[in-house]
């Protein structure tokens, strides 16, 4: 992981971390970023391409059924018991996403008639088909770097997200999961470890640290309680990263510049990463020039965030500074918008 002490300006130590008053023109600015990417039109501000946003019904009137689990939104007061019955839907949102059809086809000297190729390919015959071209899928092997935000507001979001992803993606080799509050930390072992089942060493990042202690005694009722893989709970997970403090501000400026500078730092024209996040930087510089540098050094870079669009840019959220820099940005507001983004996430492979 990248040294606490990393800086905040364009320089490691060249200045202190500056508070940051957003304009009172920001939600404009996202509104107008999301528009063009949405209508896709020639000129948008930096590489944004493409939006997916919630296209479930708002303010028909009174419900008149049980509401959809899939639309819950994951940062309303919920308890444990209902987190449990969240998580049971994961696997069937696993499989809806399997059975979508893929896009990407290449020619192959086996596999389904390529229909399409069968008359371009015969222009030269007067379209006799002396040549039956064949498809299948084209195989291709990105790296994938899951930059995770696990504080307090969205560690649910997170929870749900592993374990989505985790069915198309296995931490390893080609996929890195870097979890942060204000600096970030490798975690890709432990959340292998914590999706795949496997025992955790004595003292390791994968085990479980315990439920939490009030000062006065008793137990304390924490977030991702109720998200459990192999006996442990997420929020159990996230206590037991080392370097991690979950209690720290949310600061990712700071974490951003702090994985620029680091060794591992996402890069390559393979690379994808894709970022989980609020966007609220506690009134710290955002530093977008960090994210800035990151995306010119990767292939592309897709954003979940799991507030409401109406929320961006509001307060202490920087998602107008991030949005020029980012490919794809999807709200990721409950499991369904989590589906979308980890479909996206597959589209882009």
Known sequence: APAAGAGRGPRAGAEPPRRRRPGADARDGVRRALSAASLGEARRAGRLRSVRLDRAPHDRGP?????DPLRVPLARPMSTEEERR??????????????????????S???????????????????????????RRRTRRPKVVLLVDVSHSVARAAGYFLQIASAFLAPGRR????????????????VARWLGGA??????????????????????????????????????????LPGL?????????RTLHALLEAPLRPAGRDTILVVLGDARTNRFDPLPW?????????????????????????????MEDYLPHVDTVVEAK???????GVAELLRSL
């Open 86 to 107: 969240l998580a049971a839907l994961v696997p069937r949102i696993v499989e809806e996403i399997r059975l979508r059809k893929g896009r990407r086809l290449r020619r």
């Open 175 to 190: 996929a890195r999961v870097i979890a942060f509050v204000d600096r970030p930390v490798e975690a890709t072992r432990a």
């Open 199 to 240: 025992a955790s060493e004595p003292g390791g990042a994968g085990q479980a640290a315990g439920p939490a202690a009030r000062p006065g005694g008793g137990r304390r009722r924490r977030r991702a309680e109720g998200i459990v893989s192999s006996g442990i709970p997420f929020a159990d997970l996230i206590e037991s």
């Open 63 to 67: 419900a008149t059924g049980p509401e």
């Open 290 to 318: 960090a994210l800035e540098e990151i995306s010119r050094r990767c292939r592309a870079v897709l954003w979940l965030n799991p507030e409401p669009r109406a929320r961006w840019s509001t307060a202490d959220s920087a």
């Open 245 to 253: 403090d979950p209690e720290a501000p949310s600061d990712y400026g």
């Open 109 to 135: 000297a086996r596999g389904r008639l390529w229909m399409r190729r069968v008359f371009r390919e015969n222009v030269s015959s007067g379209g006799v088909p002396f040549v039956l071209p064949r498809r």
């Open 334 to 340: 409950d499991l369904a918008g989590l589906a979308r």
